[in-house]
Each structure stands twice: as C-alpha cells, then as structure tokens.
C-alpha cells in the first residue's frame, strides 16, 4: 500500500473520523463502520488532505489539467488545500474554481467564483464522498455552462464501494452517466487490510471479529 494511504488511514483513526460499531445510515443500511468527515476540521487536518489529495492526483493523472473544482460547500477547502499541495510537492500550479449555492447579484455576481473556465480546460471534482452521485450532477451543468471543459475525473477521500438501486456502484454510475473516473484516496478493503489486528496508540480497531462484520457487510451491500 502507498504510504500516503497508510498515513491517510492512520489520521481517520487518530481524528476518530472512522468509527466502528452500529451505525444507520441514510439508505436505512445498518452498517458496522461509519465515516465522520465534518472531524477533519483543524489547520493541521486540511493541510494533511491537501497533501493526500496531491499525492493521488499526482499518481493518477500527473498534471494533466488546467484546474480543480471544489463543489460547494466542503469541496472549496479541499480543491483549495489541494492545489496549495500540488504547488508546494510537485511545483503544479493549478487554478482553482467554486460555485456558490446561491447567484449572486452584484460585485463579479455568477455562480462560479475563481479560476475562468475557458472551452478545452481540463477539470478534475474534488469532493470528500460521493454516495448518488448528487454533486457531480448539480455542478456539470453550470461548469459546461460557463465554457465547453472537459471534466475527467474525481478525487475522493474514501469509497465505501457501496452498490446503490441501480446495482452499481456510485462511482461506476458516474463513469457510465458522464465518463468521470473517480478516484479514492482509500477504499473500504483498503482500510480493513491496513488495520486488521494493527494497534493504533495502543487499541485495535478492525479485530478479528470486527473484520467479519465488515466482510459480511461488504458481501451484502459491496462491490466484490
């Protein structure tokens, strides 16, 4: 596994942005593990992603792009820290783009604020998860809006490699849909090879027993 993974893992646990138990979530699914991004709050955190978002970018794509996209609300900080980390490690300079919920009326008004769009950019979604897909397709019409981008692919943070109603992936719908390849920093086997049986300041977070429950899980719900 690449380091930058290993550390990516490490600071989910150490920020107790994964968590393990009994958790609902919002498809009604039961699941054993949980993943709490909002955690990822500090300078030191944002920095830290930025950082591993370079990395994968980098590994993926190299600088084969003119900007990154961050949809709003929590993609901003992370298409921010990530172009910061771009130019800092691999001296990519890269514009950076947001769209506002809202449009706004006065001063430069419109909905997307930064780097201009202009026909043939290439343009890369940063985002933290995706599950249906829902920002790609809220954020596509008004970036193909403002010129004629070429939109290729998405950086995550994590894939639960979840198969949603149509029988795929929420990451295979959007190759399908749109012809974006979304990248993770990790995916959910990712993170179980990492931390079975591994003790993390002194506690062990994917046991023998926990490893089964996220198995058996992953066999229901996931992506084989």
């Known amino acids: 596994m690449k380091a930058y993974k290993e550390k990516f893992i490490n600071l989910l646990i150490k920020a107790n942005v994964l968590q393990f138990g009994e958790f609902t979530l919002k498809s009604g699914r039961i699941s054993p593990y949980f993943m709490n991004a909002g955690k990822l709050s500090s300078g030191s955190h944002i920095d830290s992603l930025g950082e591993f978002y370079a990395d994968l970018i980098n590994e993926k794509i190299g ?57 043939g950019a290439g343009v890369i979604i940063i985002e933290d998860v995706i599950t249906a897909g829902t920002a790609v397709r809220e954020v596509l019409p008004l970036l193909k809006a403002a010129a004629a981008v070429r939109v290729t692919d998405m950086f995550i943070m994590i894939d639960r490699m979840e198969i949603g109603n149509s029988g795929k992936t929420a990451s295979a719908e959007i190759l399908d849909e749109f012809g974006i ?39 229901k719900y996931c992506v084989n």
């Open 63 to 119: 600088a084969n792009f003119d900007l990154l996209f961050g949809p709003a609300y929590k993609g901003i900080p992370l298409a921010t820290s990530a172009a910061a980390a771009l130019y800092r490690k691999f001296g990519a300079d890269k514009g950076v783009a947001y769209n506002r919920k809202e449009e706004k009326s006065h001063g430069e008004g419109g909905l997307i604020v930064g780097s201009a769009l202009f026909d």
């Open 181 to 219: 390849t979304v990248h993770p920093i990790v995916n959910t086997r990712e993170v179980i090879a990492y931390l079975h049986n591994r003790e993390i300041d002194g506690k062990i977070f994917i046991d023998d027993g926990m490893k089964n429950k996220m198995e058996e899980y992953m066999k």
